[in-house]
């Protein structure tokens, strides 16, 4: 299976981002907590790094992903020069507070009337960006929704007396190597039409069985000694009665079960990398 989804307006979407970036002192870069590196895009990192911008890094839906995992991240990206790393759901507001405050660590002298901490967030689609900005801005602000690429056009905001937000549309890249695009579409940050479910499903059943065989088998039984991605998707099926005529099972209605209970969280909190893989 080959994915690849690049569209249209994420061009135009680059340039700008270029262009304003040049004219702000914090990125914001909005991370899915559950595949951090899979939606670390390269080329905000190239351009960010070309304009010597700081980086405060957010892992976003933390809630649903798996804690000990999360805090090697956070080691990991704290690590580097000019980064921050903070862990967060930007669904919960009091937790949504922290990153005005810890932006300004990141460029000192900045946050007032005069000298105003100019922030852009950054991320690729579906990561929680314009949940992040309604919460900051305490008011709605950005289109929320459960499929990709929702914000199209960039959007400044005044975030108090002394700082400016912009955000921007979720940025992808060409090219994705195959391991990273699985990871994305299991997370649901690639368009619905350039994957099978099934085919997806059966690489994050996989991945299941070998790291969180516990979590599968508290939400489906326990599985089958030889159970790979696919068998998981029959025993799945079997266990929902679902059939298609001639009574096979329905692997594709099954891959959409798995899928759904890892993106909601039902399966438990599940982290798709190591900082070692």
């Known amino acids: 299976m080959s994915i690849s989804w690049y569209p249209g307006h994420m061009v135009t979407a680059r340039k700008e981002a270029v262009a304003a970036m040049r004219k702000i002192d914090v990125v914001i870069e909005v991370l899915d907590a559950r595949i951090p590196q899979a939606s ?12 010597r911008r700081p980086a405060l890094k957010i892992l976003n839906k933390s809630d649903l992903a798996d804690p000990e995992r999360t805090r090697a991240w956070l080691f990991h990206y704290n690590a580097q020069p000019g980064v921050k790393a903070i862990a967060l759901s930007s669904k919960k507001p009091k937790e949504v507070g922290r990153v005005p405050k810890e932006a300004l660590t990141l460029v000192p002298g900045r946050g007032t009337p005069s000298k105003p901490l100019r922030m852009m967030i950054l991320g690729i689609p579906n990561v929680g960006k314009s949940t992040l900005m309604n919460a900051l801005l305490k008011r709605h602000v950005a289109n929320v929704g459960d499929e990709p690429a929702i914000t199209k056009m960039h959007m400044g905001h005044a975030l108090g007396d002394g700082m400016w937000l912009i955000d921007t549309p979720g940025l992808m890249w060409p090219g994705i190597a195959h391991e990273t695009a699985v990871k994305l579409a299991a997370a649901h940050s ?8 099934e085919t997806v499903a059966v690489d994050l059943g996989q991945y299941l069985i070998t790291h969180y065989s516990a979590l599968l088998a508290s939400r489906y039984g326990a599985l089958p000694e030889t159970c790979d991605g696919h068998g998981l998707l029959a025993w799945i099926a079997r266990g929902r009665s679902l059939v298609i005529k001639g009574g096979a099972a329905d692997l594709q209605k099954a891959a959409l079960v798995l899928l759904n209970d890892f993106r909601s969280g039902t399966l438990g909190p599940i982290t798709l990398e190591t900082v070692a893989s």
């Open 40 to 51: 670390c895009n390269p080329v905000v990192e190239t351009i960010r790094r070309e304009n």
């Open 190 to 197: 690639i368009g619905r039409n350039a994957y099978d479910d």
